[in-house]
Nanobody, 124 residues
Framework: EVQLVESGGGLVQAGGSLRLSCAASGFTFDDYAIGWFRQAPGKEREGVSCISSSDGSTYYADSVKGRFTISSDNAKNTVYLQMNSLKPEDTAVYYC?????????????????WGQGTQVTVSS
């Protein structure tokens, strides 16, 4: 069974940090790209950061560049999203997702498998 299990969400004050984890099972990790997405109430789901596990290429949304870092540990089949200097605008449900192939995509409808989502709340 293909599974993506997320952890690390929570409540932090502005300027704080969180590290989200996405542990994958049920598929060959190196053959997939992994994306982090977020969705706030009343807004569309947006791509935050993506990584190709095969070559390590990455993508960051302009709103998080310089603050968030995506990384992968292929031996553990785990992808991380380190979030620093958090802002109230970062408040959302964060999801990890996987798609087969060597290229990542920034649109959520391109992804086949999804985690359960984890709430990140940043207070003023």
């Amino acid at each position: 069974e293909v599974q993506l299990v997320e952890s690390g969400g929570g409540l932090v004050q502005a300027g704080g940090s969180l590290r989200l984890s996405c542990a994958a099972s049920g598929f060959t990790f190196d053959d997939y790209a992994i994306g982090w997405f977020r969705q706030a109430p009343g807004k569309e789901r947006e791509g935050v950061s993506c990584i190709s596990s095969s070559d390590g290429s990455t993508y960051y949304a302009d709103s998080v560049k310089g603050r968030f870092t995506i990384s992968s540990d292929n031996a553990k089949n785990t992808v991380y999203l380190q979030m620093n200097s958090l802002k109230p605008e970062d408040t959302a449900v964060y999801y990890c997702a996987a798609v087969s192939g060597s290229y990542y995509y920034t649109l959520p409808n391109e992804y086949d498998y999804w985690g359960q989502g984890t709430q990140v709340t940043v207070s003023s």
